[in-house]
């Protein structure tokens, strides 16, 4: 059983550039939620898809955009990168209607650095 | 959602057990808190999560008092390979907005 993956593993852009990252949930998990992790620090939620819809948005400008895809799988968009853009960028997964726990899974995540 | 406090950084040596608290005055009612694990250049990694009392797993037992304001995750006989950031979270099961503090960590020697 498959669990997150995420692509590319690593990533170098400039500033100004658009980037696209990839995530593909575990298996039989419906939501996919992004976050960003700059250096020593914890993650922080950017949002979170469910059926095809963004459901929950974190404090992020809205150059930071996604999508879902009919088979869970999602992708993170940035637009106009700054530097203050490069991060370890996680994509984790979870059920939306398991009322007993919401562990989300997480991916290794996709390493951007913005030059 | 409820602010918490941990400590930035823990050391502890092989077989011994650790013990991470975790401030959250604010915890409301329907809040669960829940721990993760985090090594580097790796997503966090589910540990345990509670609502009060005492909880315990293959990996860890969380401790929470009656009135819920901190809760201590607990390692029993750590290894090397325990050595990690460990992150404290409070927030209703439903709450897609997962709000990560700065962690805890934790540095097991030999």
């Known amino acids: 059983d498959a669990g997150v993956t995420q692509s590319p593993t690593h990533l170098i852009k400039t500033r100004g550039q658009q980037v696209t990252l990839r995530c593909s949930p575990k298996?039989?998990?419906?939501?996919v939620s992004w976050y960003q992790q700059a250096l020593g620090q914890g993650p922080q939620f950017i949002f979170q898809?469910?059926?095809?819809?963004?459901?929950q948005r974190g404090n992020f400008p809205d150059r930071f955009s996604g999508h879902q895809f009919p088979n869970y799988s999602s992708e993170l968009n940035v637009n106009a990168l700054l530097l203050g853009d490069s991060a370890l960028y996680l994509c984790?997964?979870?059920?939306?209607?398991?009322?007993?726990?919401?562990?989300?899974?997480f991916g290794p995540g996709t390493r951007l650095t913005v030059l | 959602l409820a602010k918490t406090t941990q400590p930035i950084s823990m050391d502890s040596y092989e077989g011994q057990e650790v013990n991470i608290t975790c401030s959250h005055n604010?915890?409301?009612?329907?809040?669960?808190i829940t721990w993760y694990q985090q090594f580097p250049s790796q997503g966090p990694r589910f540990i345990i999560q509670?609502?009060?009392t005492k909880v315990t797993n293959e990996v860890a037992s969380l401790f929470i008092p009656a009135d819920r304001k901190s809760s201590t995750l607990s390692l029993p006989r750590v290894s090397l390979s325990d050595t990690a950031v460990y992150y404290c979270?409070?927030?209703?099961?439903?709450?897609?907005?997962?709000?990560f503090g700065a962690g805890t960590r934790l540095t097991v020697k030999p």
């Open positions: 984790a997964s979870s059920y939306q209607r398991d009322s007993f726990n919401n562990e989300q899974f």
């Open positions: 298996s039989g998990h419906d939501t």
């Open positions: 898809y469910y059926e095809e819809e963004e459901r």
């Open positions: 604010n915890i409301a009612t329907n809040d669960y």
């Open positions: 509670g609502y009060k």
């Open positions: 979270l409070v927030g209703d099961k439903k709450d897609n907005d997962m709000r």
